[in-house]
Every structure is written in structure tokens, then in C-alpha cells.
């Protein structure tokens, strides 16, 4: 079965993206299943109810998020209603939504997690401890098992590839919207790569206007965030999964679009 992973989604120009060019990448590598963060999708801070369907509607199968997933107020309000769209689960419960979803494609099944790491993030629940408990619940005849580690620091995400090999079939990090060149399979059976970088654009600061950073670093005072503009970058990672769970093969890419 063949993945794609699609970086974090920021603001319109990110969701004109999946819009306009997913369809092609997913006939391109011949996709199955696909995977987007979704958390900035948004303004650039959450999602909406509105702009969730329009990605779902674009092909994507499972929409993960992050620290920013209740940005938007209304997000408690409805991602309940729909088994698409995770947080992390590592979310002090009782907490809407759900940490991981178990779908069914080409009779396959498919278990995708979600869960946020505590460095430099706001203090949830123990991750690590989190993925033992996940996993000690999901049926056993769900081999392929997918988690969207949404954390800051290296270090952290790393060391979830580790306590995670040869039990989930691939490890994506996800928040930093900039992509790592360290993808692999680790104890041979574990997909991995610290971050998949961001859909969004190009020429900005991890998304946001470059003018408004750079003013931000030298003023020291802050500012309000605004989406960048113009060239925009698909960030993604396709990885081959057997039915057993084991990840094959995998390789991360930047496209550019003007």
C-alpha cells in the first residue's frame, strides 16, 4: 500500500495547493492513502469546520493537527463529527475528538495516530506513554499503523522513531514546516523522517511574511501574523507499506509551483 504525507497545510495558499495539484501527485505515484496536517490550515492557526470538508473533499483520507487544533473555536464543536480529522491524543481527557482513527481502504485497514510532544509545546500527557496504551488497544488485525508526532524538538522526535520501531509502520514529525533530509527505516521495519516541512508558501517564514518576521527579530516587539503570498511548496513523503506493517520503502520532495 502506498502513502502520501503531505507537510502542514498553511492558510489559503496552502489549501489552494492540495486543491489544484494533490490529484496529480496522487495519480504521479500511484497513491492510496493520504495524509495532511491540517492545523494551520486556517489563517495559519487551526482549522475550520469549512475549510476540513474542502481538504477531505481534495482526496485526503485523514486529516491530523497539532498545538493549534483548538485555535478556532469552533473546532470543538464539530471535529466529533467527523472521524477524518484527529488531535493529539495526548490531550488531558475529557477532551473532544479523537487521538487515532482506525480506516478501511482497498481492504486494507489503516490505523492513523496523532499525538504532540511536551518540548518547547504547551504540557500535555506523556506521549511515549500515550503510544502504549494506543497501541495496546488497537486490534490486532490492523498491521499498519501510521503516527504524526507533532513536536518541536529534534531530539524528541528522534527518540519516538526509536521507542517506536518495529511497532508502528511509519513515524512522520510534523510542526517545524521546514523538512528534514534524515528519512528511513529504521530496525528494518519503520518508516521515519524528523519533519515533512509544510504545503504552504515559499517565500515566507515558515508561512508567514518575511517583512513581519525579519521586523519582529530586530524591533523585538511583536506583531500580527500574515499569511506569505505567491510561490507556493508541496512538502510530502511517500512510503510503501506491506500488509504486515512494514514500511518498505520511502522518500521525501519538495515540488514548486509558481
Not at 88 to 116: D, H, L, M, Q, W
Not at 123 to 132: G, N
Not at 163 to 191: M, P
Not at 233 to 247: H, R, T
Amino acid at each position: 500500500m502506498r502513502f502520501l504525507i503531505l507537510g502542514d497545510i498553511v492558510g489559503r495558499p496552502g489549501r489552494n495547493a492540495v486543491k489544484d495539484y494533490l490529484k496529480n501527485l496522487q495519480v504521479e505515484f500511484d497513491i492510496d492513502f493520504t495524509i495532511a496536517n491540517g492545523e494551520n490550515a486556517s489563517s495559519g492557526l487551526g482549522i475550520t469546520e469549512k475549510n476540513a470538508i474542502d481538504i477531505s473533499e481534495c482526496g485526503v483520507d485523514v486529516i491530523t493537527t497539532g498545538n493549534h487544533v483548538w485555535d478556532k473555536k469552533e473546532t470543538e464543536m464539530y471535529i466529533d463529527n467527523y472521524d477524518w480529522i484527529i488531535r493529539p491524543a495526548n490531550y488531558p481527557e475529557p477532551c473532544p475528538g479523537n487521538g487515532y482513527v482506525i480506516k478501511e481502504k482497498n481492504g486494507i485497514k489503516v490505523a492513523v495516530i496523532n499525538t504532540s510532544g511536551l518540548v518547547y509545546l504547551k504540557a500535555l500527557d506523556c506521549p511515549f506513554k500515550k503510544i502504549d496504551e494506543i497501541l495496546s488497544n488497537i486490534p490486532s488485525d490492523v498491521n499498519i499503523k501510521i503516527l504524526d508526532f507533532h513536536a518541536e524538538a529534534t531530539a524528541e522526535k528522534i527518540s519516538m522513531g526509536y521507542y517506536c520501531s518495529k511497532r508502528i509502520s511509519l513515524i512522520f514529525g510534523t510542526h517545524t514546516h521546514v523538512q528534514t533530509a534524515d528519512s528511513r527505516i529504521i530496525d528494518d521495519y519503520t518508516g521515519y523522517i524528523t519533519d515533512v516541512g509544510m504545503t504552504g508558501p515559499l517565500n515566507g517564514v515558515i508561512g508567514v511574511k518575511k517583512e513581519i518576521i525579519l521586523r519582529g527579530f530586530l524591533s523585538k516587539r511583536p506583531g500580527k501574523y500574515e499569511i506569505a503570498t505567491g510561490t507556493v511548496q508541496i512538502n510530502a513523503l511517500v512510503a510503501d507499506i506491506d500488509e504486515s506493517g512494514k514500511c518498505k520503502e520511502l522518500f521525501n520532495f519538495i515540488r514548486i509551483y509558481d
